[in-house]
């Protein structure tokens, strides 16, 4: 029993959600879990809808949400013939779910709003690729994620409770899967005990693979995606990016800790506890390797570079030229987690604490004003934070040419720079 995860990059077209169902026909006989992502830009345009009825622009949100209806609807036209009927009627009880709360007004926190909209993305999505394939003669059973996946109430960063869950897999999906052979749901999303949906943070959809591989004790995980496999760098970043055949864990841990995107930071825990093997590959082309991560040493990997941009440092400066103690620090970390915020890199000094993060301009400047009580706050805007695993001297001139590095922090392994 395989699990496969297809990104919103593989479903995001007629043409591609057709290419999904010719990657599946090399599958006859196995069976598969199959955990799907919103279609390209849809969690963008629903995250659009959001902030407008948050706004209190009602009319601007239903008009936002009317154009990705409209998508959906065209996209299942094109697709669809004797399926189309039911696949409708499938989705306008999703738009109903999302319309009902935009006629509403906002009286609970952006996050908890965020999750309802957003949410619809992805069971969108599934409905249509479900109908599909079952049209094509792939037949398969499409759930609903958030039946399964019990979380808590963490709203846009929810976290799984596992028990629950896991009982939930056993007693919903395993039967499934011995009567359907494919069964078909989404990542990303879950709910509460109170049938109110969450998600797991954003990229969440390859953790949702990864549990559901965790708890089916899965021979394998996939995740399809539209490069060749893990490269080295960002190829629309770094052209010269080359790919990387073997990978293990704890790389790949690492690599996601400083911000790559190729595997969502969550992923790897479920998989390693278990030993299942991750596989990336090439939605675009399935007869390429791309990249098997394991549990073995994996020696001679080329440098591999995270460049996040969009960073903003963040000085902390003692008012009374006193030491930054471990309270003062203590009091730091405590509004970190309290605004879902995680620094990239942070420094400590005698009587200063600066911290580089995510240019969340909202959440910032709550931060930057909470510790005004305590600290002198200087914020500087507009950075880029480049990290480098197994670097070089060649590699690191080339990479830092022309720039001015605000920041620097090295180990034998790994070189962090904050660059303007």
Known sequence: MKVFKFGGASVNSVERIKN????????????LLIVISAMGKTTNALEKVTEAFYAGKKEDALQ??????QQHLSTAKYLLVTHYLACEAQLRD???????????????????????????????????????LNEAGIFNQWMDVRDIFRTDDDFRDANIDWTFTQTAVSNIVVPALQQHRIVLTQGFIGATDENESTTLGREGSDYSAAVFANMLDAESQT???????????????????????????NEVIEMAYYGAQVIHPKTIKPLQNKGIPLYVKCFLDPS???????????????????????????????????FVGEHHVGQLYSQFEKLHLKPNLTQNGAISFVCVLDDWAEK??????????IFDVELMKGLSLLTVRHYTKEVFEKLTEGKIILLRQQTPETIQLLLQ
């Open 20 to 31: 999904l169902a010719a990657i599946l026909q090399h599958y006859p006989h196995e069976k």
């Open 64 to 69: 936002l949400f009317e154009q990705v209806k």
């Open 94 to 132: 999703f738009f109903t779910e999302v319309e009902w709360l935009l006629h509403d007004k906002p009286v609970r926190d952006y996050d908890y709003y965020y999750d309802q909209v957003v949410c619809a993305g992805e069971l969108l999505s599934t409905a249509i690729v479900s109908a599909y």
């Open 223 to 249: 995740i399809w995606k539209d490069v060749e496999s893990v490269m080295n760098a960002d190829p629309k970043k770094f052209p010269e990016a080359q790919p990387i055949a073997e990978l293990n864990y």
């Open 288 to 322: 390429l390797a791309g990249t098997v991560i394991h549990n073995k040493p994996v020696h001679n990997l080329p440098p591999v570079i995270v460049l996040k941009e969009k960073q903003v440092m963040l000085k902390l400066t003692s008012k009374d030229f006193s």
């Open 364 to 373: 910032v400047e709550k931060l930057a004003f909470e510790a005004s009580s």
